[in-house]
């Protein structure tokens, strides 16, 4: 994918290590993002990817390593400081995790209405919403309830509730799982727009080669807890180890 | 493992949920005064958790006078005491069984609705959701929730008590000829301030306690959707367990203070 980064970076995280128990799930892994860059993290299920990214927006506390994400270590930050670093980074969770209690509308306009210190006190909220919405094209759906949409159409609303924030990173844990081939294709298209609309850097967890395929400028492969493997698509899915390979086949 | 070590480390357990859950409590008057303040929330809430007990509160608390005064009075008319009635009635009531009973119905109601409502938001991960986006969750879902609970109970216990009173009138019209005026004269007779104040404050207690104890178990919901059943379920098990301490503890506060 053709896409313009720059040499600085964005994330950085430097031999972070999580266990619960004697379960070591990461054992000093690394991973650093450029401004700009779309990074895919592969592993098999349970390869602690998502253990990974909550670590770095601080949903999970590492036993030890840094997390530097613009500038700042996640792990030293305040709650306040860790809300506001918050307001720059979007999320899009494997099952979307929308608030099924309100409706598409509300749901865009929950994190809006908290961040007066980003945004000010926004008396009409419509604009805005329908603008997250329009990106993602489900303008119709604003007044519907959670319960309505279709997986494929959820997956959009979470998009468009991480957009309206205008985040300058997106993490997206498994964006395409679950979903059948040709909303998996609309949702990975969708991801490029919104990476070319939004100028963001974006790392995705995913199993999805397709996905990774299309939208990586780098990619991660994440065995027993370390980078395994590093590089492009292309050097990855041409490697003769086998435990690459297997991603591959 | 001896009976023993199964024995401590069941205690060790109840002792750090204690820990746990007074920390929560810690945490609720911490964000209570911060903003926002999530009034739009707070009032749904209020509506959910008070209009909605309504009928519920209202159907026990008239079943439960009515039942009350038909069992009570052969034992009265056999001391010839049956003038006694609202009085014995409107006291036993407003000062225990109505708080106790309307608590106990919301600890079942409200306390695993909270429980289960908030676990299943935890196993689908829309706490963690409004946690990444940067706002509070504690604040819109547990202050909230705690606040409503503890608002609104003493409001639906003075509204149970007051149909439990008139399930018992209706007792008494019908087997002793008592009209409206009558019965209520004798009830307001009876009744004193330190009646009334203790059971509303100990009310609010409780309705605390109902909050605090569903938002804890759901808001910490574990393993998956089987933790959503667990919340609920642990949610009115604990909440009851408490009731009764909470009601222990204010009857004997208020033996000292009002009795002594």
Same mark, same amino acid.
Not at chain 1, 191 to 199: F, L, R, V
Not at chain 2, 69 to 96: C, H, K, N
Not at chain 2, 193 to 222: E, H, M, W
């Given at each position: ?16 290590? $999580?266990?619960? =128990?004697?379960?070591?799930?990461? +054992?000093?892994?690394?991973?650093? !993002?450029?401004? &700009?860059?779309?990074?895919? *993290? ?91 919405? $329009?990106?993602? =094209?489900?303008?119709?759906?604003? +007044?519907?309830?959670?319960?309505? !949409?279709?997986? &494929?159409?959820?997956?959009? *609303? ?92 | ?260």
């Amino acid at each position: 994918m053709m896409t313009t980064t720059s040499n600085t970076p964005i994330i950085e995280i430097r031999n972070l290590k $999580k266990s619960y =128990g004697s379960n070591c799930v990461l +054992d000093g892994f690394n991973l650093t !993002l450029k401004e &700009g860059e779309n990074l895919v *993290v592969m592993g098999k299920s349970g390869s602690g990817k998502s253990v990974m990214i909550k670590c770095l927006i601080g949903l999970e506390q590492a036993d030890s390593g840094s997390i530097t994400v613009m500038g700042k270590d996640v792990m030293a930050l305040e709650k306040d400081e860790l809300d506001d670093l918050r307001t720059e980074i979007g999320f899009l969770f494997q099952g979307s995790a929308l608030y099924d209690s309100m409706s598409v509308r509300e749901n865009l306009e929950f994190p809006l209405r908290r961040h007066t210190k980003k945004f000010g006190i926004i008396e009409d909220t419509t604009p805005l919403v329908m603008e997250a919405l $329009k990106n993602v =094209g489900l303008e119709s759906a604003v +007044d519907l309830m959670p319960s309505e !949409l279709s997986g &494929g159409m959820k997956r959009r *609303v979470a998009l468009a509730r991480t957009l309206i924030l205008k985040p300058k990173i997106i993490l997206y844990d498994e964006p395409t799982t679950g979903l059948d081939p040709i909303t998996s294709k609309e949702i990975i298209l969708l991801m490029q727009s919104i990476q070319k609309e939004y100028k963001t850097s974006s790392i995705i967890i995913t199993h999805d080669v397709d996905c990774a395929r299309v939208i990586a400028n780098k990619m991660i492969l994440l065995v027993d807890g370390i980078n395994y493997a590093e590089g492009t698509f292309k050097e990855l899915s041409e490697s003769k180890d086998p435990k690459v390979a297997a991603f591959f086949k | 493992m001896s009976a023993f070590s199964k024995i401590s480390r069941n205690f060790e357990a109840f002792l750090i949920e204690i820990g746990e859950l007074s920390y929560f409590a810690g945490n609720f008057f911490k964000e209570l005064f911060k903003t926002p303040f999530e009034g739009k929330e707070l009032l749904r809430q209020c509506y959910n958790m008070g209009n909605r007990s309504l009928l519920l509160v209202g159907v026990t608390g008239f079943i439960i006078g009515l039942v009350f005064d038909l069992q009570s009075r052969p034992t009265l008319q056999e001391f010839g005491a049956v003038s006694w009635m609202p009085s014995m009635i409107s006291i036993s009531i407003i000062r225990e069984i109505g708080p106790i009973i309307t608590s106990l119905i919301c600890a079942g109601r409200i306390g695993s609705g909270i429980g289960a409502e908030l676990g299943s938001m935890r196993v689908t991960e829309q706490i963690d959701a409004m946690d990444v986006s940067g706002t509070n969750p504690f604040k819109y879902l547990v202050v909230t929730r705690i606040l409503a609970t503890t608002l609104m109970l003493p409001l639906l216990v003075l509204f149970g008590d007051a149909i439990a009173l008139y399930g018992s009138f209706l007792v008494e019209n019908l087997k002793g000829n008592v009209s409206f005026q009558l019965y209520f004269n004798q009830v307001f007779e009876a009744l004193k301030f330190s009646d009334l104040v203790p059971a509303t404050i100990k009310s609010f207690f409780f309705g605390f306690a109902i909050g605090l104890v569903g938002c804890y178990k759901g808001y910490y919901c574990k393993k998956g959707t089987a933790g959503v059943g667990l919340a609920a379920n642990s949610a009115v098990v604990y909440t009851s367990m408490l009731l009764f301490i909470i009601d222990f503890v204010a009857v004997f506060v208020t033996d000292i203070f009002y009795h002594e």
